[in-house]
């Protein structure tokens, strides 16, 4: 990739982050939905203080340009970007309790129950993954109501039991009981691969996209899924917590298996070229249409945060 077609991405990167934000601040004011009663001040406080605190927000961006593929309306495509991204910091918001990862720092400025307390952490977190099928539900998420229905299917399946909360169940059990490579690469395909798999598949639903086109881009983001862990373990080894934005080592002092600690890091990054050459060949029918999500493989794969 050359370093103007780097800096192409990094620009839509960031402006496509910038909707989800400001889509994000809109849906998380004080205003009252149709059949609420109140915002309770401090949950909200605590809610924005989780998700409006930057990232690069990949899974929304992944929504976004595989609806552009098939001309979904663009609209719509980022309200679904939003409540994707409710789903992520909630899982992020539970994961760094005491109870899950005991993590004090996230995004570089402090995890929602150190700022707040654990109580108001855990409520922020029901709040958004409530809030998540609410907004894909609402009339304003202007789709076919068979769409809509899709996609909140689609997004449970992804969020729950066999998706990322069950991941989160097998990779805390794996601290005391190390898996084997097959375990290992099921929770990730499940913790974080879920997620990612649904950002790309949801583009696709909402593009009205045939089957065979639904299932290429479900590929694409289950291959994009694997690639994204294996570098956020080489990172968590390589990195320092300054650049990650939240406490380096964390899977080395738990005792945690992973792919580069049972094969070495020389194989995870092997591994990890093979996964993006995978993830992009994936997308060759759609031709250069696909380039910007090509870039996003190569981008996950490389990135230093």
């Excluded at 654990?118 to 109501?145: Q, R, V, W």
Aim: charged share 25%; aromatic share 4%; proline share 3%.
């Amino acid at each position: 990739m050359t370093q103007i077609a780097d800096t192409d991405f990094e620009i839509a990167l960031t402006s496509r982050a910038q909707r989800v934000e400001d889509m994000l601040d809109r849906l998380l004011q004080p205003d009252l939905l149709d059949g609420e009663v109140t915002r309770p001040a401090t949950l909200l406080a605590a809610i924005r203080h989780g998700v409006l605190n930057g990232g690069k927000r990949i899974r929304p961006f992944l929504v976004l340009e595989s609806a552009a593929l098939f001309g979904a309306d663009d609209e719509a495509a980022l309200r679904v970007a939003a409540a994707l991204e409710c789903i992520h910091c909630y899982s992020l918001i539970h994961d760094d309790l005491p109870a899950m990862d005991n993590d004090d720092l996230r995004r570089g400025q402090p995890t929602v129950h150190r700022a707040f307390d654990e109580a108001t952490a855990i409520l922020a977190g029901d709040s958004l993954l409530t809030l998540a099928f609410d907004i894909i539900a609402d009339d304003a998420t202007e789709l076919p109501a068979d769409i809509r229905i899709r996609l909140v299917r689609a997004l449970a399946r992804a969020a729950g039991l066999g998706g990322m909360a069950g991941g989160q169940a097998l990779d805390l059990a794996a601290e005391k009981i190390k898996p084997d490579e097959t375990g290992i690469v099921t929770l990730q395909a499940m913790k974080t691969g879920a997620l990612i798999r649904f950002a790309c598949e949801a583009g696709a639903i909402i593009g009205n996209a045939s089957p065979q086109q639904q299932e290429a881009l479900a590929e694409f983001g289950s291959a994009v899924g694997l690639a994204f862990q294996l570098a956020d373990d080489i990172l968590d080894m390589t990195a320092d917590t300054a650049s990650l934005g939240k406490t380096a080592g964390k899977d080395e002092q738990a005792g945690k298996a992973t792919l580069v600690s049972l094969h070495g890091m020389d194989w995870a990054r092997q591994q990890l070229t093979g996964l993006v050459d995978q993830a992009r060949e994936i997308l060759h029918p759609f031709g250069e249409d696909a380039a910007r999500l090509r870039q996003a493989a190569s981008f996950i794969a490389t990135r230093s945060f």
